[in-house]
């Protein structure tokens, strides 16, 4: 998150499903993103958050997408961490 991200966000290993999600032409996927905790420490405002993508082999791309968040920014703090991918966003949000 943010332009000066060092590292990705921690994954939610509870959240890898059972199955590779693999998408068709005009299919979506789901990833939620817990963006700070009280357990976490330190933080900021971040404007933006990088996707970066992997093949079916978990292999990088080398592709990512920059997508600028909502209302001048969101909070996010040492335990921020995402989903892995799902077919649904109700599964994505259980996290």
Known sequence: AGADAQ???ARVEDSKPQAVVTLKPGESAY???????????GGATEKTL??????????GTGKEKTLNLP??????NSAAAVTYWQDNAADALVW
């Not at 209302?71 to 996010?76: A, D, E, I, K, S």
Request: proline share 7%; no cysteine; charged share 15%.
């Open 50 to 59: 990088g996707v970066f993508f992997t093949d079916r082999n978990a292999g």
């Open 31 to 41: 990833a939620g993103i817990a963006t700070y905790s009280p357990d976490g420490e």
């Open 71 to 76: 209302n001048g920014g969101v909070f996010f």
């Open 7 to 9: 590292a990705p966000l």
